[in-house]
């Protein structure tokens, strides 16, 4: 996908599960022996395009992964698949695991959803919020590429949302997931992209807003 293909019709960025559970070194997954490095290192990329995003204007939604503090909505990914999420503690609601990483913090007039599942669609006000403000286009990045991330973007182009994936702005703690997951979604379910491109496309969409 070539800078001059990208086409920002009606854009919101979507940021997925950037917490402290998922990309801090003392966090619930390093605390099970995940390396969580290749995770923190989206969190600059998600920052340019955040920055990015508030200065075209463009709406700013994050989701968090929540349990509740007893793990009663973990279903079978905690009960049966990971059970050591619940041991680790991992995104219980108001933990500090849970909480998104300072450098990504929410601003006033953001969209801050949670979820209990992989995808951010699922049992949530995702979509009547992106409904409501016209949106047509996502910009998506986040942790873990293969998990949340690739969910949520399948999800979201079956509802014919154009989607657009920024590579360095996606994390998972396994490399060969992290690639697979690219490929899947970039072969039928969204335009996987550079960082840079992006940027430019929303700073072109800020000159164009500020006529």
Not at 103 to 122: M, T
Not at 137 to 151: A, D, K, P, R
Request: hydrophobic letters at 45%.
């Amino acid at each position: 996908m070539s800078e001059a293909a990208i086409r920002l019709d009606h854009p919101a960025l979507l940021i997925i599960d950037m917490q402290h559970g998922f990309c801090d070194p003392n966090g619930s997954m390093a605390r099970m022996g995940f390396d969580v490095a290749p995770c923190a290192a989206a969190i600059e990329p998600c920052r340019r395009l955040i920055a990015a995003a508030r200065a075209s204007q463009v709406p700013v939604f994050y989701t968090r992964y929540v349990y509740r503090a007893d793990y009663a909505d973990g279903g079978f990914l905690v009960n049966e698949l990971i059970p050591a999420l619940k041991e680790a503690g991992c995104v219980a609601e108001g933990s500090w695991d849970a909480e998104i990483v300072p450098a990504l913090a929410p601003q006033p007039g953001d969209y801050v959803i949670d979820k209990n599942r992989f995808s951010a669609f699922y049992g949530t006000r995702l979509e009547p919020f992106l409904r409501s403000l016209g949106v047509r286009t996502l910009i998506v990045g986040g942790v873990t590429t293969n998990m949340c991330v690739e969910t949520t973007v399948r999800d979201a182009s079956q509802r014919d949302y154009r989607v657009y994936v920024v590579r360095q702005a996606t994390g998972e703690v396994d490399p060969a997931r992290h690639a697979g997951a690219l490929t899947t979604m970039g072969f039928g379910f969204a335009y996987v992209v550079d960082l840079d491109p992006m940027l430019e496309a929303l700073r072109q969409l800020a000159g164009v807003a500020a006529v």
